[in-house]
């Protein structure tokens, strides 16, 4: 099982980034993004569950960013707009084969399978 983030990078507050995580060898179906800075835990920002495409984004992303699914592709993204100096992390995708509960969907733990994380850094 391979799961490869990428689309991360620098940007200046207010700009946009798309991330794109391409999974491989296994089924999946639920997908997340994590995050973490220095100075906090990992913390949830989004999933999205692949069969029915239903979402969650956390409250401080709510409105900013979107995750998406490309069931063809088995790849999901997360589009991030308007962002800010504190969104800048190392943003995680993961992913698992249990189709979750929405609720269940933003709990670290119940993912079987993480990337290896990209930078995104929101500057002037």
């Known amino acids: 099982v391979q799961l490869q983030a990428s689309g991360g990078g620098l940007v200046q507050p207010g700009g946009s980034l798309r991330l794109s995580c391409e999974a491989s060898g296994g089924t999946f179906n639920t997908y997340g993004w994590f995050r973490q800075s220095p100075e906090k835990e990992r913390e949830f920002v989004a999933a999205v569950r692949s069969n029915d495409g239903h979402t969650l984004h956390a409250d401080s992303v709510k409105g900013r960013f979107a995750i998406s699914r490309d069931r063809a592709k088995n790849t999901v993204y997360l589009r991030m707009n308007s962002l800010k100096p504190e969104d800048t992390a190392v943003y995680f995708c993961?992913?698992?084969?249990?189709?979750?509960?929405?609720?269940?969907?933003?709990?670290?733990?119940?993912?079987?399978?993480w990337g290896q994380g990209t930078q995104v850094t929101v500057s002037s």
């Open positions: 993961a992913a698992t084969p249990r189709r979750w509960t929405i609720s269940a969907m933003s709990s670290s733990g119940n993912y079987d399978y």
